[in-house]
Nanobody, 126 residues
Framework: QVQLVESGGGLVQAGGSLRLSCAAS????????MGWLRQAPGKERETVAQ????????YYADSVKGRFTISRDNAKNTVYLQMNSMKPEDTAVYYC???????????????????WGQGTQVTVSS
């Protein structure tokens, strides 16, 4: 079992930055691919970014390419999402998710993730 706890959400003005963190505990974190997903009101949950267990492979949704960066520190069992040049359309609840392991490909479907955090609200004001 893996427990995921997100932090770092909040209110930011358009053009600003936030860094989300996801701390994992439980089984071996280093073999899990990780993802950040978001869900805005009335919309489906969508992948924002994902990263392989080693950190060597990353994927970004087109809407965040060049603005967001996903990274991980396996020694700290933590994955990060650095969000820059934020836009009002980035407003959503952001979720951290992890797989149990297995083959890596991009992007994962939501159903590929085995563990989920509780979510953290990110609001970007115009």
């Amino acid at each position: 079992q893996v427990q995921l706890v997100e932090s770092g959400g909040g209110l930011v003005q358009a053009g600003g930055s936030l860094r989300l963190s996801c701390a994992a505990s439980g089984r071996t974190f280093g073999t899990s691919a990780m993802g950040w997903l978001r869900q805005a009101p009335g919309k489906e949950r969508e992948t924002v970014a994902q990263i392989s267990w080693s950190g060597g492979s990353t994927y970004y949704a087109d809407s965040v390419k060049g603005r967001f960066t996903i990274s991980r520190d396996n020694a700290k069992n933590t994955v990060y999402l650095q969000m820059n040049s934020m836009k009002p359309e980035d407003t959503a609840v952001y979720y951290c998710a992890a797989t149990k392991g297995g083959n890596y490909y991009a992007p994962f479907a939501n159903s590929n993730y085995d563990y989920w955090g509780q979510g953290t609200q990110v609001t970007v004001s115009s």
